[in-house]
């Protein structure tokens, strides 16, 4: 009798952490990402760098095309971002007469993570570049460049499917920026962007990892 008795206990205990073993199991751990980003937001500095109108927008407004936004985790709950404005380089680079690239790099904290709905806290630094060549009225050839150091910080929610490797991503990201023009002197710039995104994820499920 002792016997049958252990062993409902046993079993019992063993059908209660089983499913919480197949959740541990579905849920993953993510590897690596990829997605895009769009988004709207004011920009004020010297050098508009990201801006690609000349007055179709309202003044110091700007436009964040679709983005290059990549991720390697180091973690489950920390991982390093890369994200790279690859549609507004594109048309600047098109539409005015100077070479431009500029991307930025996140430290991004994920503290609730793995959940459907995760928070997410982003230090990071970045880096813009324009360089310009021409002749002046006398023939003579000029070459200029200026650059600006980027301070960003990305705060927002991500939600995730139920495997999560699919999400979607709002986010707020003020900045501020160092802006070094051609004629020597650096002066401070900043903005605040709202950004709206998706990712795609390569996930490993591996119950030991927790």
Known sequence: MKKVILGCIIAAFLAFIAPSAHAQYAVGHRSFGVGSAMGAGYSKMDLQFSKLDDGA???DMVLLLPTLELKLFLSDTLSLDISAP?????????LRDYFFVTGEAYLNFHPSAPSQTELFVAPGVGFSYAFKSYDNEVGESISESAWAFH??????FEFNNPRRNFSWFI?????FNLVHGHK???????????????MAYTVSHQANRY
């Open 151 to 156: 301070v960003p910080v990305r705060v927002g």
């Open 171 to 175: 986010a707020a990201r003020p900045f």
């Open 184 to 198: 020597g002197d650096i002066k401070p710039g900043g903005g605040m962007m709202l950004e709206l995104g998706v």
């Open 57 to 59: 927008l309202p003044e």
């Open 86 to 94: 690859v549609s507004n380089i594109a048309f600047s680079n098109a």
